[in-house]
């Protein structure tokens, strides 16, 4: 590429192919010839005359508009020769070029072309007259090469300075121009002494001066076209001091760099912004998100884009022309990312909080949410939408031609915010996540937020009395006068703050875990949730480092106003606010260490993103621990527990067949349990593997969170197959919907047991099997072989069953809050299980199974059956089976036969209210059930051996259902035996009785 102004090649005159400089081409005496040039002349001064469209583009072309500016042809040539020496850039068009060598042919002068400049014509020269601006350096000497290029020579010290004053340059304020090369504003515009006063304001805080800005659009607006253009304006109109120059979160350096990772904590802060101003309302943060400009603004939207405007680097440039121009293509990727998936998940959160108390609408509203969910889809750079926002960074580090680089540090913030949601209750969880001595479990800790929050609201009683508003203000309150505040606070006063019963938990009368859990109750206390999410967030920094940082990695310390004795900010001569560190005060009232300043927009927004997903992933469901069944997936994954407490006499509310009622623990799963990822994982294990890495390298963590991958139809599925045919179960379980099978079999003495074909399809096969099927075997995502964190809501009855200091108390897993089983054992009860094709089986030496004489298998030796009373918790189930597709298969038709013959047994046993049938009604459903095939034979020749062929019923199944159903040949031979026995003694005693009344005279 031929150089257009190489002012700053330090290589010699003769080494750059030039003149000797005794070749001047200007009088040495300053006397500029005008002989040639027609001072009457008007023309087009392409610099500086504005074009259709706004703003000089330095086009070489002739305005659009009709009111062009006349200029001379001094004052054009003057000024093209005067960006020539001082910016590099020499004019290209012919006739402006040919103005220029002729002034220099004619004698043009330093002094003479200063005059031009100033007064708008070279006519004379103007010795007497000096520099027109304080520090002006003096034009150097004019040389030419062999093609007629006009240089600027530099040499001594002149060259140094200049090539000092070209490093600092790189502000954007300054070199902000036209779109074209000719057009920008070049890197040596200032003097030396302007320079060095620039350098001084930055060192202040004080920005680039308006002067540095010249490129306007027609509006007068300054006209944006790169990052560092965009970042300056940002910082001019951002109230927040922490993104101004020399803030914690500075867009541009001292040097005019832009910060990349700056500009997405600006949009990060911005979200927490709006999301704090509406929480439950329905964000569109890339519009809302915006700069205002002196006319309309400029929003998010508009710069992502169009990258190749907003977001491209001038400093990156070669020659500063659009080809060289390189773009923070990464950043802007990250922008879409963070603003689409934090939108989502908050609408999602949204939806689901709006619904979430009927199951109908629930369901409806989760198959919105998941059918086209786009976490676990593959988006960017053949990603999950789940691994990038588990990938976010805290520093984003994004150089155009370095691409993306950095730390996770949002993310891993945000997995593990999310696992604490998801184990809220769960004490022995909490602790591995976030350490033995976590703040929240500690109850002393705990109060202490309570009441530094209740100080922090300034209106809050405290023995009695209002606080001061101002209470926190330093300038009024010393820190230990706020601490005294803190220590005031007495438990009456957390009772008016929060609940009796809450103070019981805080002083360990109740679970702790009761009162950290803000998904346990309907109306959990706003203010509880804030003081667990602040505990949660300032682990969060502990553990991660969060805290802020500058660009060479060094921390970032807290500062508070300088005021006068008035209490009044005092201010410096730039109209800043003067400050100070803060420093923590140490026992004896002295002044301790800094205070790090806490990354606290990283922080919120990482938690804020993990508890907008508990609720629509169906974490916030699985610690409702009561079993209030107000959020409805609840009753889904609490099923045994909330039906049992709608059984209570407190409730005396519906719960179906109590038959049913220990055979179904939970119907469903949350998403994390419930969905695979391509490795064969379930979701939660991938993220607690991340965790896990988190402790090593960041290699190790990318490593971990890659296993992020899905199936594109794994949300699909997930609602389809798993979730919408288990509330279809769930309602037909909790409205005792029967499949009342005698109203569709009949008995012909004739022809035997008949069918009503169309009900009996539809009520057994497609209304009754099908949502089990689909549920529990056919959703592939669904793998009961493997180990779940489960609540345990009977562990205190068996702890009860030990003496105090037994220590079987602490090992037998019934015995404590949540256990760790198998997701068959948590879904479903023991008499569904006891399979005899699960069993750990006893083998000969050649692996054959050795059945007993009964033919059925034995259980190996070293295996016994679990018993009730807790002394024996050994387990006969082989559990690995189950993650075949055949032994879901068989799984869940157990759970269709328990169904059949729990419904079975309601209407025969003695205890129960429900109608009771004649015993051949019974055997007729048996008998129906039977009939249901194994296949269909026949072929497409003849249509009438097209039917049913086998059986699809086992006698095993037969007998296992019959027996639950208490309708074995046995016990209907015994019933009909004691029933005709109870009728002959009623006939007997009605004899008895007549013949009584007979005898008796009047």
């Not at 009622?661 to 990822?677: P, S």
Request: charged share 30%.
């Amino acid at each position: 590429m031929t150089e257009r102004g190489p002012i700053f090649d330090p290589r010699s005159t003769r080494e750059r192919g030039l003149t000797s400089s005794s070749q001047r081409p200007y009088a040495n005496d300053g006397v500029l010839s005008m002989d040639n040039i027609n001072q009457e002349q008007r023309v087009w001064d392409p610099i500086d005359t504005p074009v259709a469209g706004g703003g000089n583009t330095g086009e070489r072309r002739p305005p659009q508009n009709q009111d062009i500016v006349a200029r001379t042809p001094q004052e054009v040539a003057a000024k093209a020769a005067w960006r020539g020496a001082y910016g590099g850039i020499w004019p290209t068009d012919p006739e402006e070029r040919r103005h220029v060598e002729e002034f220099i042919r004619n004698g043009l002068t330093p002094d003479a072309l200063r005059g031009a400049m100033s007064q708008g014509g070279v006519g004379q020269r103007h010795p007497e007259q000096g520099p027109q601006s304080p520090g002006m350096i003096d034009l150097p000497d004019f040389v030419t090469d062999d093609e007629g290029n006009v240089y600027a020579p530099l040499a001594g010290s002149e060259l140094a300075q200049r090539e000092a004053m070209r490093e600092a340059m790189s502000a954007p304020g300054i070199a902000i121009g036209s779109d074209s090369s000719e057009g920008l504003l070049r890197k040596n515009q200032l003097s030396a002494q302007e320079f060095e006063q620039f350098q001084r304001d930055l060192e202040k805080g004080k920005w680039v001066p308006e002067k540095f800005l010249r490129d306007k659009d027609v509006s007068g607006d300054l006209k944006i076209n790169s990052v560092e253009t965009l970042a300056y304006l940002i910082m001019d109109k951002e109230q927040d001091d922490d993104f101004k120059p020399g803030g914690a979160f500075e867009l541009l350096n001292k040097k005019g760099e832009f910060q990349s990772h700056n500009f997405l904590h600006w949009v990060r802060n911005w979200m927490m912004y709006w999301h704090g101003e509406a929480p439950d309302a329905k964000h569109d943060f890339v519009n809302e998100i915006n700069v205002t400009k002196d006319f309309g603004a400029l929003a998010l939207k508009q710069m992502i884009q169009s990258p190749g405007r907003f977001f491209r680097s001038w400093r990156a440039a070669g020659q500063g022309t659009n080809e060289d121009f390189q773009v923070y293509k990464e950043l802007v990727e990250q922008i879409k990312r963070e603003t689409w998936l934090f939108g989502a998940s908050r609408e999602f959160d949204i939806g689901y909080k709006e619904n979430m108390g009927a199951e109908e609408q629930l369901a409806k509203v989760l198959q919105q949410i998941f059918y086209l969910n786009p976490f676990t889809k593959t988006v960017w750079d053949q990603k999950s939408s789940l691994y990038w926002i588990m990938n976010m960074p805290q520093r984003f580090k994004n150089v155009p031609e370095g691409g993306r680089q950095g730390d996770s540090n949002a993310g891993r913030a945000l997995n593990t915010a999310y696992l604490v949601y998801y184990n809220i209750a769960d004490e022995k969880m909490l602790t591995s996540l976030l350490g033995e001595n976590t703040s929240l479990l500690n109850r002393e800790a705990l109060k202490h937020a309570v009441k530094k929050q209740m100080v922090e609201e300034k209106m809050t009683l405290v023995n009695g009395t209002v606080l001061d508003k101002d209470c926190l203000d330093r300038t009024k309150f010393t820190q230990s006068q706020v601490d005294a505040y803190i220590n005031q606070v007495s438990d009456d006063d957390i009772v008016k703050y929060l609940s009796p019963e809450n103070l019981l938990e805080l002083n360990g009368k109740k679970d702790i875990t009761d009162f950290i859990n803000i998904f346990n109750q309907p109306q959990k206390s706003s203010r509880i949730q804030k003081v667990v999410r602040t505990i949660i967030q300032d682990e969060l920094i502990k553990k991660y480092d969060l805290y802020v940082k500058d660009v060479d990695g060094n921390y970032v310390y807290e500062t508070e106003i300088i005021k006068d004795v008035d209490g009044k900010p005092t201010k410096d001569e730039y109209g800043n606010y003067r400050r100070r560190e803060v420093k923590h005060k140490a026992a004896d009232g002295s002044e301790g260490e800094r205070v790090r300043k806490k990354d606290t927009t990283t922080v919120s927004y990482a938690n804020t993103f993990a508890l907008s997903m508990a609720r629509w992933t169906g974490a916030a469901a699985r610690n409702d621990t009561f079993a209030v069944g107000f959020d409805a997936w609840s009753k889904l994954q609490n099923t045994e527990e909330y039906r049992a407490k709608q059984a209570s006499p407190t409730r005396i509310g519906a719960f179906g067949n109590p038959k049913t009622l220990h055979m179904f623990k939970q119907l469903a799963t949350d998403m994390m349990n419930g969905t695979m990822v391509m490795d064969g994982k379930m979701s939660i294990e991938v993220l607690e593997d991340m965790l896990s890495a988190s402790e090593g390298s960041q290699e190790d963590y990318y490593k971990a969170s890659s296993q992020l991958v899905f199936a594109d139809n794994t949300m699909r599925s997930f609602t389809v197959d798993h979730m919408n045919r288990v509330f279809a179960i769930y309602g037909q379980i909790m409205n005792t919907e029967e499949i009342k099978l005698e109203k569709f079999v009949k008995h012909d003495l004739l022809y035997g047991l008949q069918l009503e074909r169309g009900a009996f399809e539809k009520a057994l096969k497609e209304n009754f099997f099908k949502p089990m099927r689909y549920a529990w075997s056919t959703y592939a995502g669904l793998d009961l072989s493997k180990m779940v964190r489960t609540h345990n809501p009977s562990y205190k009855e068996y702890r009860k069953r030990y003496k105090e200091g037994d220590p079987r108390r602490d090992t037998d897993p019934r015995c404590q809050p949540y256990m760790e089983v198998h997701l068959a054992e948590a879904m479903f009860g023991r008499e569904l299980l006891d399979i005899e094709a699960f069993w750990h089986k006893e083998k000969d030496a050649e692996g054959n199974e050795i059945k007993d004489k009964d033919g059925h298998a034995i259980v190996r030796k070293d295996i016994k059956d679990i018993k009730i009373d807790a002394k024996n918790w050994v387990d006969k189930i082989d559990w690995s089976k189950l993650a075949s597709k055949e032994h879901k298969h068989m799984l869940w038709r157990r759970a269709a036969w328990g169904r059949i013959a729990a419904e079975i047994h309601a209407h025969r046993d003695r205890h129960s209210s429900d109608p009771k049938y004649n015993d051949w009604i019974y055997n007729e459903v048996i008998e129906a059930l039977e009939t249901i095939g194994d296949g269909v034979g026949g072929d497409e020749f003849n249509m009438q051996k097209s039917r049913e062929q086998g059986k699809n019923l086992s006698e095993e199944e037969i007998q296992w259902m019959r027996k639950k159903a208490g309708i074995t040949e046995g016990q209907i031979m015994r019933r009909a035996f004691f029933m005709d026995l109870l009728l002959s003694l009623k006939d007997t005693f009605k004899d008895v009785g007549k013949a009584s009344i007979k005898g008796v005279k009047p």
